[in-house]
């Protein structure tokens, strides 16, 4: 008889073992718990799009690079989801069996094999007895640590899962059997953990190394090492491939979606030993991102169970008959320290910066510490049942069957305490949806059967949710090969792709641009998807409304309609879909209409093409190597020295940073970019006079930080509405503005005096009347000085004599006395006002100043008006490289929407003003209350339930006239106002609206009308109804309204009433034409200048300042140059067919012509390579993102395309597929060998050494509380 078959023969017959029909009847309530959670209907649990079309992703995932999504990018560890997640749903798929059961079961078999396993560990291990050891596993399977992540990104808790049949075999095989079963038998279980999360697995790697570098020296143990790593490298091969060359030629993305001081922060030691010093649980997302380790976090009855298992799990490793004690108390320590050694504190690691920086940098794919949770939860878990098992059969204090009895009682409800998320419906995130709609279905079929270009899908959001359930993905992602592109959370394509979308974002949430429909084509996009049933709000998106009239500003039409109507005002379908003109995949460009591109993949969009042509571009700033030097240079106010908050997927710029700013918020700037790029090739904050100013923090704070409306430098700008905030890190604690003092820090060019010394407060309308201490500290000294808590200026102290250098502060004691936000709006210095302004890049003024060069064009942009402000007018510093002579030409717009308002009030005899309008909308305005057009409404943008600020409509008019009745415009789509009060000459009057919206009041002769709108609670209870009226109608003044806007009249704006610039002594004013349709479509129209625009500039530093018209009108844009810079250029290139377009194979014929670039509407990876008839031809990335190849001139002939690190990609993971098959032969032929080696046991430790090693383990996460942990 075989090794093989008397080893499984006694291990059936072991006494000992606990009986598989146990572990199936403790598997019940898990199966039937899972199974119950949302009946029938589909949960996002990982990927969506592998668990609809499982055999078609994963047969993509065999390619290495992915054009489907994001604009290219490659396959991010998508093999890794092969085992077993996309094994199960293709088994689900063949059976027909639904999907969201598939999915019930794929959960529920995983739950069950952990505490399958976990139960087998303790019995190889002989830990406690039987009926604990299934507890045991139930509290394994039911820990935070899986429970919380094995039914939401679920590739998280595939290290837990499968870590205890990791060890099980080896376990196993250092007592008896064969050697090599036991290694490939441990190594298969690594390989079940997937690759989907590489870190995930390679972090559960060093505990069965650990369990078999500690046995007893010997040919058993040499042979299991040697076994072991030779197969584990077999269980991973499959994937490891994939991941060296991601590593390599894939973008970065976990900037975007965490940092270690994120991570790190909630991981005191009673959360990482309860195991919920997980950061995502904590996330607030649509709600919570992770309900389940939520709920185990922060729900009284998870905690109490979750700490009684802790505690006993520590008693049970704290005893010193537990088997394999010194090996699972290394390992908790070990994990211990892994997982919380960023928490600093008293009770936590005295280095934790330093740890901090170690997961930031070298240790980054193990920045979510939580992955190593399993380390924690499983040696507690095991000793949680020696606990047990101790207590049930120590001496008995009563019967003992009703002592094991109550153990087994209490045990089961700890045990069930954990299995709160799952009795609470709360295993998985959101209700889920039993179908994708019909309309999604049918838009997918539309956009396959085009499927001419790729499509973007608006608005774009973090994670996708939609009116009717959370996908986290689009269901445009699977059942078709169409290519496609959002504004997620991070774009697989990396930062060009990245930037690109934000772009998109930006100008369709400010209205749209009319060189938008061009910005679209370079992208390849053929369609545009405006999602209207998408959750905007939740994640603060512009309303699927406003992007539906700014593609339509821009230019574009409507190609198709899907769903019902209803959505935005109520006139969009669920999903409109516009097309977009002429797209192509590739195309080429004369290589003369290269140019120089000093600013960002923003300001491509920002060039007119009506004035430049169409161009590639080259940015001065870009990393990739060119082999053209272009002839001419595109300066424009782009590439702002922003740090990018990579937390959010829109507005998440700070304000625009000095040159010499290095940190934000007391994080390295360099870590907060978006692209690396130096100061001399961006657009940075100058203040005259002064070097730098920079601040201890800068708020707002919480969630949004390093805001422009909260930056230093506004305290400096004389205007009192304006503030200096510094950032709130916490509300109603002990500390929210951090634990030391507030201060701005001022550098100036020169010495100069400083006193006197004014400051303006800001202080929060919730702070308590306390003194307010501040501070000066100059070259010469400091003084303090005692404030009022008022926002009017105060003298402050400050030591006498010049000074290079200026600190303002507040102190800490006066934010913990007023308890609320401290600032200052204004810091008054002696002397001339400071102006700020942006420097444009001058990176390459010395390569454009000799006598042949060149001159540049100049392109300065007005911010664009966006989520209600107001864009400031334009203050540039620009560096001209030469002396010469430049033309200037603007266009413009009323950007203020007061004034736009204002404007639209035309009406000779009467005039109406809103409290607020929805988005500052001009077609919402409160003058369609007064055009006698009942499809035409006033929006208001006051929330219904605002208790302090009711909605308010106020009209008048010239001739007094009697008003006694007012009728309201009722409108189902709006809330109804349950009373409304009405003010004339001084009276107040609470009416309740007739069902028909009429209000009479006494007769009373006046000159104007207020009314405010309230609101019962009742209706306050419906979340999406807002405040609105169709019209206003008074009797009285009826013959006063004025009709509907004219949208095609005409508004003028002469000289002396337009907008103006002035660079130097040279003053230029404008006058200009624009038509109600413009006006409130917010488009930019040509300036006409009141004289000539020549102006002479010499070599060296000039401003421009903007200034705008007495009635809004300003300067949105300004052209400086001359040609050939500044005129059109004919980039057109030599005709081009696309023969084949695989996705990492493709070819193209080329037509005869002179030199040019052959672009594709790809981002750009240096894994592509090109080559013409068989010459190499060399790359270069174009408008910042696309890829591009230089073709010499010449007769034309076929490009070949390929991305070179397919081939290895797939040899290596073909190889690997092969081995992991190799691997299962190893596990299952028999043993042959006829003597094995003799068992082994724990090696002998010695007590001081361990001592030493445990403290050693204990201290970086315990602190000064290791002291406590010597018992273990």
Known sequence: ??????????????????????????????????????????????????????????????????????????????????????????????????????????????????????????????????????????????????????????????????????????????????????????????????????????????????????????????????????????????????????????????????????????????????????????????????????????????????????????????????????????????????????????????????????????????????????????????????????????????????????????????????????????????????????????????????????????????????????????????????????????????????????????????????????????????????????????????????????????????????????????????????????????????????????????????????????????????????????????????????????????????????????????????????????????????????????????????????????????????????????????????????PGDQWIDIEFDEPRIVDPLSVNLLVGLLGRAEPIDVYTVTDRGRIDTRLEPITTSQSVGVTPGETRHLRVAITHDSYRRVTDVIGISELTLPGDPIIRSLRVPIDLVDQFSGPDADTPAWIFSRDSRAAGTVANPIVRDFRVPRAATVSISATGSVGSPDDVFGLLNNAQWMSIRASSTLFDAPELAARNLIDDDPSTVWVSGTAIDDPDHAPQVTLSWLDPRVVSRIRLGLDREFATPSHVTVTVNGQVFDRTPSPDGSIDIPETRTTAVQLDLHFDPTTVASPLLRAGLSGIEIPAIAGFYPGPIDRDATLSFDCGVGPGLTIGATSISYSATMTYGELMDHRQVPLVPCGSTNIDLTAGDHRVITTPGPRGIGVDQLLMGNAPTLARTDGTGRSLTIDRWGSSSRRATIGAGPENLFVVNEVFNPGWSATLDGVTLPSLEVDGWRQAFLIPAGTGGSIDLAFAPNREYQIGTFTGLGLLLLLLLLAIVPGRRRTPPAPIGAGTWSRPLTMIAGLATAVPIAGLGALLLPVL
Request: net charge positive.
């Open 1 to 738: 008889m075989t090794e093989h078959r008397r080893t499984r023969r006694w291990a059936d017959q072991d006494p000992d073992l606990t009986p598989r029909l146990w572990l199936i009847l403790a598997a019940v309530p898990i199966v039937v718990g899972v199974m119950l959670q949302h009946l029938g209907r589909i949960i996002y649990i990982s990927r969506l799009d592998r668990m609809f079309d499982p055999i078609t992703m994963a047969s993509r995932s065999l390619v290495l690079w992915n054009p489907y999504a994001d604009m290219g990018s490659l396959q991010y560890q998508t093999i890794g989801y092969l085992i077993p997640f996309d094994a199960a749903f293709i088994l689900g798929a063949v059976t027909g069996t639904p999907i969201w059961i598939t999915e019930r079961l794929l959960v529920a078999t995983l739950m069950v094999v952990a505490m399958w396993g976990c139960t087998r560990l303790a019995d190889a291990l002989g830990i406690g007895t039987r009926v604990f050891r299934i507890l045991g596993g139930l509290g394994y399977a039911l820990s935070a640590v899986i429970i919380s992540r094995v039914a939401q990104q679920q590739v998280f808790a595939m290290g837990a899962i499968f870590l205890p049949w990791a060890l099980v075999p080896l376990v196993r095989g250092s007592q008896r059997g064969s050697t090599r079963r036991a290694a490939a038998c441990s190594a298969l279980a690594i390989a079940l953990m997937g690759g989907a999360n590489a870190a995930v697995t390679v972090a559960m790697i060093p505990i069965p190394l650990l369990y078999l570098l500690t046995r007893t020296r010997g040919p058993r143990r040499a042979s299991l090492l040697r076994w072991w790593a030779l197969c584990v490298p077999m269980a991973i091969a499959w994937w490891v491939a994939g991941l060296r060359l991601y590593s390599a030629f894939g973008a970065n993305i976990l900037q975007y979606t965490e940092t270690a001081r994120t991570t790190t922060a909630p991981t005191p030691i009673f959360e990482v030993v309860r195991g919920t010093a997980d950061w995502f649980a904590r996330l607030s997302v649509n709600g919570v991102a992770l309900p389940s380790g939520n709920a185990l976090a922060f729900r009284g009855v998870a905690i109490i169970g979750s700490s009684l298992l802790a505690a006993l799990g520590l008693a049970g490793l704290s005893h010193r008959r537990l088997p394999e004690r010194r090996f699972l108390a290394i390992v908790l320590l070990l994990g211990i320290v892994a997982v919380g050694g960023g928490f600093g504190g008293l009770f936590g690691n005295p280095l934790a910066m330093e740890y901090r920086d170690l997961l930031g940098g070298v240790l980054s794919p193990f920045r979510n510490v939580y992955k190593l949770q399993a380390w924690i939860t499983l040696p507690l878990a095991l000793g949680f049942v020696h606990a047990l098992s101790t207590l049930a059969t120590s001496r008995p204090f009563a019967d003992a069957r009703v002592k094991q009895a109550l153990i087994g009682v209490g045990a089961a409800l700890i045990v069930f305490a954990g299995a709160f998320p799952i009795w609470n419906n709360l295993l998985m995130k959101g209700n889920g949806f039993e179908a994708i709609p019909t309309a999604w279905v049918e838009a997918r079929e539309h956009l396959d059967a085009e499927h001419t270009g790729r499509v973007l899908i608006v608005p774009g959001l973090a994670q996708q949710q939609f009116d009717w359930g959370y996908t986290q993905q689009l269901p445009l992602q699977w059942g078709s090969d169409i290519s496609w592109a959002t504004r997620s959370q991070a774009p697989m394509g990396g930062p060009g792709n990245i930037a690109y979308l934000d772009t998109i974002e930006r100008s369709l949430s400010a209205g749209g641009d009319p060189d938008l429909v061009g910005y679209l084509q370079r992208g390849g996009f053929s369609q545009v998807v405006v999602a209207a049933d998408s959750d905007f709000r939740t994640f603060g998106a512009a309303d699927p409304q406003t992007m539906f009239d700014a593609l339509v500003r821009s230019g574009l039409q409507v190609e198709a309609s899907f769903g019902p109507t209803g959505y935005g005002f109520g006139g969009l379908h669920q999903i409109e879909i516009f097309a977009v003109p002429d797209p192509v995949v590739a195309r080429t460009y004369a290589s003369s209409a290269l140019t120089w591109l000093s600013g960002d993949i923003e300001s491509t969009l920002r060039i007119p093409t009506s004035v430049f042509g169409d161009r590639p571009y080259l940015l001065s700033s870009t990393p990739v190597t060119s082999p053209i030097d272009p002839d001419q240079w595109i300066i424009t106010d782009g590439n702002q020295r922003f740090a990018t908050n990579f937390g959010r997927n829109r507005n998440n710029r700070s304000y625009v940073l000095g040159p010499f700013e290095t940190m934000v918020n007391g994080v390295a700037y360099s870590k907060l970019q978006l692209r690396a790029s130096s100061p001399e090739s961006q657009t940075v904050q100058v203040l005259d006079g002064i070097h730098s100013i920079t601040a201890s923090s800068v708020g707002p704070g919480v969630i949004d930080r390093a805001l422009a409306d909260s930056q230093p430098a506004n305290v400096l700008d004389g205007n009192p509405l304006t503030s200096w905030r510094p950032n709130r890190i916490a509300i109603n604690q002990t500390n929210d503005w951090g």
